[in-house]
């Protein structure tokens, strides 16, 4: 590795950053994290603090699990590289399969397509759906519904499903046929409705409506996180998703739950979908797969959708795929990680640290005014929304932010900002002091406000 003057002197000189203006990144040097053990990662001036974000919700193992790694590189001496695509296979990917499968199979889940992360994931999702409906005889059933303020990664397809305008307005025409709902947000919505399960009702009866004008034979699918992530960590009334899941079936339309944060433990089960009692069509996964030490993805098939393409003749095949889908060394980090997630029973630990990260915010709303709301109290996700005034909830200004966000670092917390947000998914290992660190941190932060 060079030498720390050089990583200085050449840091964002070269390199287009994801999610940011590359001139912001000249005048202002992104940190530069050097290592990490456990839940802590270090910079390079050996500033050590609690990772709050795990990474991006991904580093649900922690940063020190040798078996992950062990296997990464034993896999890397016998076989770096196969290809994935019909034809020929690899022993970890059969058994990856296997191991996914049956970790998903109370979800209703009976295959698996490997990709190499969670937009991958969701535009695979997106595909199957509307060749699912062609194979059945409904080639119109091409558009798809999704929630407003929900994310669903960068591809033209997962941009299109989102609900967040900085994703979308640079790359417009984005794919045509893609309507968005409002979100079960309860702080901020058109209705100005406070009581979660009112909200849920009125968002279904708006996709009534909106299925009803498109006509229901030209939807393909509709799209969710269970809990939404990225947008805010917004979680619906438990009434919300089991209410459209039963609209997608008598209309239908295909769910997907993108479980591509909270899949593998994050929410304190491991699926999303599970606290709500859904089992959806399809569901889209990453992150977690391997604790974001490959770079691994997956669409998850239920039966009903499978059996439609598995007795189909020649249009059943699925010309989609990518290079790294299936890739051996990912295959191999996704049986570890898997099997050290179900050792170290790891949802037991992110509900309990989850609640410990939650109730402590709440704490700090009563102390700062700067709080407006705080959302999460289901695992190790926790959004708190930051305003400049609590009565008319007036989004706090970037200024104010970025010093909460800088105070709060260097008092012992990496935390993430989105937009007026800060938003925290810590590693799913996190220790019940690490979590008082991170509390202490924040404190800190606001106080700087």
């Known amino acids: 590795m060079k030498d720390e003057n050089f990583l200085k002197e050449n840091n964002a000189r070269h390199l287009w950053q994801p999610m940011g203006h590359p001139g912001d990144a000249q005048a202002n040097p992104p940190r530069i994290i050097k290592s990490a053990r456990g839940s802590t990662i270090t910079d390079i001036d050996g500033h050590s603090v609690v990772d709050a974000v795990g990474g991006l919700w991904c580093v649900n193992l922690g940063y020190s699990n040798d078996k992950v790694k062990q296997a990464i590189a034993d896999q890397l001496q016998v076989l770096p590289y196969a290809s994935g695509f ?3 296979t690899t022993p970890p990917a059969i058994e990856a399969a296997y191991a996914v499968q049956a970790f998903f199979a109370e979800d209703g889940i009976e295959r698996v397509f490997f990709t190499s992360g969670g937009s991958d994931s969701v535009e695979t999702c997106l595909r199957l759906a509307r060749q699912y409906h062609r194979l059945r005889g409904e080639p119109t059933r ?5 929630l407003k303020k929900g994310y669903h ?3 033209f397809g997962g941009a299109s499903v989102n609900g967040n305008i900085r994703f979308r307005t640079a790359y417009e025409p ?7 709902l409002t979100a079960p947000y309860t702080y901020r919505n058109p209705f100005d409705e406070t009581d979660p399960a009112r909200l849920a009702q009125k968002i279904v009866q708006m996709a009534e409506d909106e ?8 939807i393909a699918a509709f799209i969710m996180e269970p809990i939404l992530g990225a947008g805010g ?7 919300f998703m089991p209410l459209m899941r039963d609209l997608c079936d008598r209309h239908g339309i295909l769910m997907i739950a993108d479980e591509v944060i909270t899949g593998f433990g994050r929410t304190g089960d491991w699926t999303g979908a599970r606290h709500w009692g859904v089992k959806p069509d399809l569901m889209s996964c990453a992150k977690g797969i391997t604790s974001a030490y490959f770079p691994v993805g997956a669409a998850l098939i239920s039966g009903k959708v499978a059996e439609v393409f598995e007795s189909a003749g020649a249009d059943g095949a699925i010309w989609h795929g990518y290079t790294y889908s299936a890739h051996p060394v990912g295959a191999a980090a996704v049986v570890a990680c898997l099997a050290e997630t179900l050792r170290l029973d790891t949802k037991t630990n992110a509900a309990a640290r989850g609640t410990q990260l939650y109730e402590g915010v709440c704490r700090l709303a009563e102390k700062y005014d700067v709080i407006g709301d705080v959302r999460g109290g289901h695992g190790l996700m926790v959004g708190i929304e930051i305003v ?3 009565a008319t909830k007036a989004p706090m200004d970037a200024q104010t932010m970025t010093r909460i966000h800088q105070a709060t670092y260097e008092a012992g917390a990496m935390v993430r900002l989105g937009m007026h947000n800060i938003l925290m998914s810590p590693p799913l ?8 660190q991170v509390l202490a941190a924040l404190d800190t932060g606001f106080a700087a406000a």
């Open 86 to 88: 019909a034809g020929s």
């Open 142 to 146: 091409t558009k798809f519904l999704s």
């Open 153 to 155: 990664g960068t591809h």
């Open 174 to 180: 984005l794919l045509p046929g893609c309507f968005h």
């Open 211 to 218: 299925i009803a004008f498109q006509g229901a034979n030209t």
């Open 233 to 239: 960590v917004i979680v619906p009334d438990a009434s």
């Open 388 to 390: 400049s005034d609590r």
């Open 429 to 436: 290992v996190v220790t019940e002091a690490e979590i008082d």
